[in-house]
């Protein structure tokens, strides 16, 4: 009959300091299909080594290792673990369960590794517990079950895959004599079923009852004799039944990440998580409030006047000035609004402006408007509008009539004069002296909401403020400077923003021949003012970024202490899970799974700290509320990487871990 296991010549030596300690010397032993092997010998003859190469969980110095004929030597790790997986099943004298999960869970471990489903994987767990006495317990942990009970597990566990030999160390070593009679019983019947199983035991009463017992001593087979039992009328057949694909399924490392990296401490876990919440979070929030703060400038330009470009006269003064004028410059004029709207199409509307000091008195007290001469389609480029009266017509201009229009801070002054002595007459159609001559109030002005400290450095002046009249007024019939230019400003509404920048050329090419080439005037985009300001807020940006990243990155090195902590922690769980048939890329993936389940919650508790804190302070200060998906989706994908990469010392520490000193160290 062809042996089940054969070695020969095997060896397992180690170094202690300069000593050499052979646990095993030149160790011949073939096993037989349905052999209960008892192996006996003293403390230290080399038992628990025999069962660890029997077991393919460690690698012999020398000598050869077959099982069902295939040799083991030389066979990569991964072979090596789903032979074990397959054929061999462990029993451990200190039961070694998994605290964590309940008896179903800790049975159906082995066929975790062979990617069987869940379902199925439960059901047969399920099976096996109820037939080795475990009743319906089956949601219990660990801790809350008696040893015979926890061997029973065990036993079960090292059944579900259908392995064809029991390795068992010791199983009866941690339990009285009226347990170990059941778990003894137990092993028997499988015997009888046709299971091989191979038993370290130290009970003399025990040693006969196989069908074989070896005896080691100082790591040589002394005796090889036959027990009392007799050998089972059949075996089982080789290899095992379901589940051929190789490794934990997605799901199956999932649900561990969960489990035991986020759940498991949930305290320290949070903690551990802090670095990347408060990093993703403040990348977030402060993007958001940037773009939030950037969206309301714009929005404000443009409500000050949609694609608007002014171009503004410089004042030049004494000989400045009429070093201008002689060279045949006449300064901005009505001219040169009229060769604007001739000679570029994108102009929409077009008005100019032209600034005096003026005393303003209303009979029932003074103000101090900003008084302004305009003339064209002043309104509509301004994006004002009126709430009251009229604006001026063609008459107003031509005939230079004494008439204003006044704006909403200017008519509240008014207001307020008129209803300290009670005087609730209406506010248009009032006279105001305006260097001692009479206008007549014929409009007033929609107040403007606007937040003049977000705009400086874009030259917006507040509108409410104002004082209308028509420019033809003021030039005849106030007094000025003759030499100074005719107007302040030309404002131009341009068809849209892409208009913008095409326009600046032409403008600046027909002001050149007006003004004879002289540069006696400037050129204002609000729009471009503000972007070019905003273009130096992105270094605020970038300082945020790096601000976050390094906390991130502070986050990322925390999980690795934190992981590299639970490894040293986990060295049994690590040895169990190889012993049951994990390779080190099974071990290695959960370990991974593990830190970046901590990263990406992380992420996504920052995400919505960043959300919350976005909402409620954007509502606070009035800014629009503006996420940034692009943004959102790097900050997942860095507090992905974050554990990805930093977990990757931490699951590889994990995946070599020697198994057997793993499962030694007890
Ligand atoms: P048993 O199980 O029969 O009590 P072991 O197989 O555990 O004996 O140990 C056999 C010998 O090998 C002992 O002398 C032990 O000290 C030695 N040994 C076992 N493991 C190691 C190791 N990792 N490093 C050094 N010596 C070891
Ligand atoms: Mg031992």
Known sequence: MESIIHIDGLKRHYMMGDTLVAALDDVKLDVNPGDFLMIVGSSGSGKSTLMHLLGLLDVPTAGIMEIRGQSMTG???????????????????????????????????????????????????????VKLGLGKRFRHHPKELSGGQLQRIAIARALIGNPDIILADEPTGNLDSATSREIMQILYDLNDQGHTIIMVTHDPKLADMGTRKVTLLDGHIVEDVPGKRKKPEKTVEEGSGDGQRHGVGVSDL???????????????????ML?????????????SFSLGSKQKQADQ????????????????????????????????????LNSLRNGIPDIEKAACVREIKLNVVHPLGSLSPRVLGVQGDY????????????????????????????????????????????????????????????????????????????????????????????????????????????????????????????????????????????????????????KQKQQSQHLLDILTICISSISIVVGGI???????????????????????????MDIMRQFLMESMTISITGGLFGVVLAGIVVVCVCQFIGLPVVFSLPLLCIALVASTLTGLVFGIYPAYQAANKNPVDALRSE
């Open 75 to 129: 066979s990569s790790e991964a072979k090596l673990s789903w032979m074990r997986n397959k054929h061999i099943g462990f029993v451990f004298q200190q039961f070694n369960l998994l605290n964590d999960l309940n008896v179903i869970e800790n049975i159906a471990l082995p066929l975790v590794y062979r990617g069987v489903p869940r379902k199925i994987r439960q059901e047969k767990a399920k099976k096996l517990a």
């Open 254 to 272: 999932v649900r561990i990440g969960i489990n035991e990296g986020l759940l498991a401490h949930q305290m320290r876990t949070f903690l551990t």
């Open 275 to 287: 670095g990347i919440i408060i990093g993703i979070s403040s990348v977030i929030a402060m993007s």
């Open 301 to 336: 330009i443009r409500a000050l006047g949609a694609n608007l470009v002014k171009v503004v006269d410089k004042q030049f003064e004494n000989e400045r000035l009429v070093e201008t004028r002689v060279t045949g410059s006449l300064g901005l004029s009505r001219a040169d």
């Open 379 to 530: 309104l509509e480029v301004n994006n004002l509008a009126l709430a009251e009266g009229r604006f001026f017509d063609v008459k107003d201009w031509s005939g230079s009539t004494r008439t204003v229009i006044i704006g909403s801070t200017i008519a509240r002054q008014i207001h307020a004069l008129k209803e300290a002595r009670n005087d609730s007459s209406p506010i248009l159609g009032d006279t105001l002296l305006l260097g001692g001559n009479p206008y007549v109030i014929v409009g007033l002005l929609k107040e403007k909401a606007m937040d003049l400290d977000e705009l400086e450095a874009t030259s917006v002046s507040d509108p409410n403020r104002d004082l209308l009249i028509p420019l033809e007024t003021l030039l005849t019939r106030t007094a000025h400077l003759d030499l100074r230019s005719e107007v302040d400003e030309i404002h131009l509404q341009l068809k849209n923003e892409d208009a913008l920048t095409r326009a600046g050329k032409s403008i600046r090419s027909i002001l050149d021949v007006t003004h004879a080439g002289v540069m006696d005037y400037d050129m204002v985009i609000p729009m471009d003012l503000l």
């Open 558 to 584: 925390g999980i690795m202490n934190i992981m590299l902590a639970s490894v040293t922690e986990r060295i049994r769980e690590i040895g169990i899970r190889r012993a049951i048939g994990a390779t080190k």
